[in-house]
């Protein structure tokens, strides 16, 4: 059987992989699932990764049945630069904060990209790590350094 639009077919695959990943992955642990009113620890991923297999069902039937594009070369820049942004923030916003770690992530991943603008990279992060200090210090009061403790800025 020769696939008609294996873009979308490998795409529908790999969603319904990690959803079904996401939803054993809860059941095996036996994480607490609650209710939809009272949810548990275990509800969001687990209904998440439902829908996230479902939604992957419906794109390989989908790609059986409609005509599209073949699988591109696999892009390594963007999928290194990215997943490296997200670990260099993981392993810095404890030790420098919030606000300098996020502006490590947005720079190191926008590299990824096919063209590196400095100038956007730099309003990008400064509007992203004005935000999550708003939406995450200001709003929801989670007790996380904004600035480098070191410095005496924390």
Same mark, same amino acid.
């Given at each position: %059987?020769?696939?008609?639009n294996?873009?979308d *077919?490998?795409?529908?695959?790999?969603? @319904?992989i990690?959803? &079904?990943? *996401?939803?054993?992955i809860?059941? #095996?642990?036996?994480?607490? %699932?609650g209710?939809? =009113?009272r949810m548990?620890? !275990?509800? *969001?991923?687990f /209904?998440?990764?439902? #829908?996230?297999?479902?939604?992957?069902a /419906?794109?390989?039937?989908?790609s059986?049945?409609?005509?599209? @594009?073949?699988?591109s070369?696999f892009a390594?820049r963007?999928? #290194?630069?990215?997943l490296? !942004?997200?670990v260099v923030?993981? &392993? @810095?916003?404890? &030790?420098? !904060?919030? /606000?300098?770690?996020?502006?490590l992530?947005?720079m190191? =991943?926008a590299?990824?990209g096919?063209?590196?603008?400095?100038?956007e =990279?730099?309003i $990008? $992060? /400064? #509007?992203?790590?004005?935000s =999550?200090v708003?939406v995450?210090?200001?709003g929801?009061?989670?007790?996380?350094?904004?600035?480098?403790? *070191?410095l005496g800025w924390?």
């Open positions: %059987m020769k696939l008609k294996p873009k *077919f490998w795409s529908g695959v790999m969603f @319904t990690f959803g &079904l990943a *996401f939803a054993i809860v059941k #095996v642990h036996d994480y607490p %699932m209710t939809a =009113s548990g620890a !275990g509800y *969001f991923p /209904v998440l990764g439902c #829908v996230m297999a479902a939604l992957g /419906v794109i390989i039937a989908q059986v049945v409609t005509s599209g @594009t073949p699988v070369k390594w963007p999928l #290194v630069w990215v490296g !942004g997200f923030f993981g &392993l @810095t916003a404890k &030790l420098l !904060g919030l /606000v300098i770690a996020i502006f992530l947005v190191i =991943s590299y990824g096919h063209e590196f603008k400095l100038r =990279s730099l $990008s $992060s /400064v #509007v992203l790590a004005a =999550s708003l995450f210090i200001v929801l009061k989670l007790a996380f350094p904004i600035w480098p403790e *070191f924390g």
